[in-house]
T-cell receptor, first 118, second 108 residues
Framework: GAVVSQHPSWVICKSGTSVKIECRSLDFQATTMFWYRQFPKQSLMLMATSNEGSKATYEQGVEKDKFLINHASLTLSTLTVTSAHPEDSSFYIC??????????????FGDGTRLSIL | GIQVEQSPPDLILQEGANSTLRCNFSDSVNNLQWFHQNPWGQLINLFYIPSGTKQNGRLSATTVATERYSLLYISSSQTTDSGVYFCAVDPGTYKYIFGTGTRLKVLA
């Protein structure tokens, strides 16, 4: 149980295009999901918290206009990298926790999306 | 904000050896998880362990929350154990902060 699916797993696109990444909780509902970014040989850095039915909250230094987050349902959050440039190339990964408001459960992670901007 | 440091940063083992990975955190935490990131980037959840000790096969983990550290033990290591190990902590904000990671290579 508690499976998080992320799509696509790998994408290459030209500079200036926008890329949408989906994160779905397959067998549970999640009012909150999280988006992380990982550069090569570095740790995962939290980018933003996706809240169902309300605006996302972004970590310091993350451009909200560059990384648009939509959490339209209890099982789906999307991250859109707008006008992507080579420096946006990275590994993006989402996570979610079953339930609402409970803080005593593990987070479950998707398999990540490797984004390469040419 | 909370700082999460892992040691050692790099570790090379011969197959069959045992190892201990450490995660130190600078403030109290509500939740803690250990992950193994494989070469394809997938995060494999090893333990959810905000306190106490757990074991799963050749792996075990101990968190001493009052002293702000957690340990991951790997016994009889195998080449498939290679990868990066992360601890991640929730300092009560419901957000997980990842540690610096330990890169493990197990040689045949």
């Amino acid at each position: 149980g508690a499976v998080v699916s992320q799509h696509p797993s790998w994408v290459i696109c030209k500079s200036g295009t926008s890329v949408k990444i989906e994160c779905r909780s397959l067998d549970f509902q999640a009012t909150t999901m999280f988006w992380y970014r990982q550069f090569p040989k570095q740790s995962l850095m939290l980018m933003a918290t996706s809240n169902e039915g309300s605006k996302a909250t972004y970590e310091q230094g993350v451009e909200k206009d560059k990384f648009l987050i939509n959490h339209a349902s209890l099982t789906l959050s999307t991250l859109t990298v707008t006008s992507a440039h080579p420096e946006d190339s990275s590994f993006y990964i989402c996570s979610a926790t079953p339930g609402t408001g409970r803080r005593d459960q593990p987070q479950h992670f998707g398999d990540g999306t490797r984004l390469s901007i040419l | 904000g909370i700082q999460v440091e892992q040691s050692p940063p790099d570790l090379i083992l011969q197959e069959g050896a045992n190892s201990t990975l450490r995660c130190n955190f600078s403030d109290s935490v509500n939740n803690l998880q250990w992950f193994h990131q494989n070469p394809w980037g997938q995060l494999i959840n090893l333990f959810y362990i905000p306190s106490g000790t757990k074991q799963n096969g050749r792996l075990s983990a101990t968190t001493v929350a009052t002293e702000r550290y957690s340990l991951l033990y790997i016994s009889s290591s195998q080449t498939t154990d290679s990868g990066v190990y992360f601890c991640a902590v929730d300092p009560g904000t419901y957000k997980y902060i990842f540690g610096t990671g330990t890169r493990l290579k197990v040689l045949a």
